[in-house]
C-alpha cells in the first residue's frame, strides 16, 4: 500500500514500511524497517552545520547542509554528495555532472514498463519519484 501522510510517502507491507519526504527539490529517505506512524520533523537527518570540507549544494536548507550528510533516494551527482551514486549518466560532451529535482509524486497502478531493465511483475502500485 502506497499513501501519503503528514507530507511523508508511506509504502507499506503486512510489517515494514518505507518513509520519504521531500528536502528541497531532492527524495529523502526517512526510515525502513517495522511500521511506525510517519513525521517527517523527528525522522530527518539533524544537521546544524556543514563540516570543514563539505561541498555546500543549497545554502538555503538548514545552515547549508551537505549532501554528504543526507539519505537521498537519487543524489546529485558531483554537487557534494561523494559516495557512489545509484545512477550515473555521462553527457555527449563527456561530462557526468548531474543534479536530479524531484518535480513531481504520483502514485501508479502497477509499475510502468521498461524494456531491457529489470523490474517486478505483480507488485501493484508504483510511486513515481
Do not use: N
Amino acid at each position: 500500500m502506497i499513501r501519503s501522510e503528514r507530507g511523508v510517502w508511506c509504502i507499506e507491507t503486512e510489517r515494514t514500511g518505507y518513509y520519504i519526504a521531500r528536502r528541497g527539490d531532492l527524495a529523502e529517505q526517512l526510515h525502513y524497517g517495522r511500521k511506525i506512524r510517519p513525521d517527517a520533523g523527528p525522522l530527518r537527518e539533524k544537521l546544524a552545520s556543514s563540516y570543514c570540507t563539505d561541498a555546500i549544494y543549497d545554502e538555503t536548507w538548514d545552515a547549508g547542509v551537505s549532501l554528504h550528510h543526507v539519505g537521498l533516494e537519487l543524489s546529485p551527482v558531483e554537487k557534494g554528495d561523494f559516495r557512489r551514486p545509484a545512477l550515473e549518466i555521462t553527457m555527449p560532451d563527456g561530462s557526468r555532472v548531474s543534479d536530479w529535482k524531484l518535480r513531481e509524486e504520483k502514485v501508479l497502478p502497477a509499475s510502468p514498463e521498461a524494456d531491457g531493465l529489470p523490474q517486478a511483475y505483480g507488485g501493484g502500485e508504483c510511486l513515481a519519484l
